[in-house]
């Protein structure tokens, strides 16, 4: 089954201590999304990418950078954790913009302890 | 600015009857409304979308209507399950921008 899929699905870090999320697809979308959801509000965009043009959302922290390597592929690494950057991360996928629904992975849910 | 409000943080509906969940929004520019289903622990599934050319789009149980003088779009689930309880958010887009403008979702609870 084509899928977006997520790892690890759940991340403990020190406070300060870089970490790494994974996402990859099975879709060959090629729009990939990076989303941070805190308890029960909306998820909250933080970057996507066209391909491999990287589009930064303007309150997405410096803290919070991204890679895509391949169409496949793409990572979110937060460089210094700290306590407030403890949530769900969503990694989506979409053909395009616009009119293209977004398919979500299962989120990896990260602690900073 | 709230660009999209769900304004129900909750609806207790009995199984078996209509579940029906709004969202308002505010900028006239919005051309495509989506609804997504969130489980507890996993990402939003989505359910059904409609554009803002049409007023009514249908996809089994669910169906999705929109009346854009009044800025409004709701979603109607007939019947209700015990598998749809779920939280539920309201999304729009405009033209041919990436972001999804998101409600704060409603949390559908099915009795039996």
């Known amino acids: 089954d084509a899928m977006v899929i997520q790892n690890p699905r759940y991340q403990v870090t020190q406070f300060g201590k870089p970490v790494t999320l994974s996402c990859s697809q099975t879709l060959n979308h090629n729009v990939m999304y990076w989303y941070q959801q805190k308890s029960s509000q909306a998820p909250k965009l933080l970057f996507h990418?066209?391909?491999?043009?990287?589009?930064n959302e303007a309150d997405t922290p410096d803290n919070f950078q991204s890679r895509r390597p391949n169409t496949s592929f793409c990572f979110l690494d937060i460089r210094s954790p700290g306590l407030g950057d403890a949530a769900m991360y969503l990694c989506?996928?979409?053909?395009?913009?616009?009119?293209?629904?977004?398919?979500f992975g299962p989120g990896t849910r990260l602690t900073v302890t | 600015d709230q660009q999209v409000k769900q304004n129900s943080p909750s609806l207790s509906v009995q199984e078996g009857r209509i579940s029906i969940l709004n969202c308002d929004y505010t900028n006239s520019m919005f051309d495509y409304f989506l609804w997504y289903k969130k489980y507890p622990a996993e990402g939003p599934t989505f359910l059904i979308s409609i554009s803002s050319i049409k007023d009514k789009n249908e996809d089994g149980r669910f169906t999705v209507f929109l009346n854009k003088s009044a800025k409004h779009l709701s979603l109607h689930i007939v019947p209700s399950q015990p598998g749809d309880s779920a939280v539920y958010f309201c999304?729009?887009?405009?033209?041919?921008?990436?972001?999804?403008?998101w409600g704060a979702g409603t949390k559908l609870i099915i009795k039996p």
């Open positions: 989506a996928t979409s053909r395009g913009g616009g009119t293209y629904e977004q398919y």
């Open positions: 999304a729009a887009s405009e033209g041919s921008n990436y972001q999804l403008i």
């Open positions: 990418y066209y391909d491999k043009d990287f589009n």
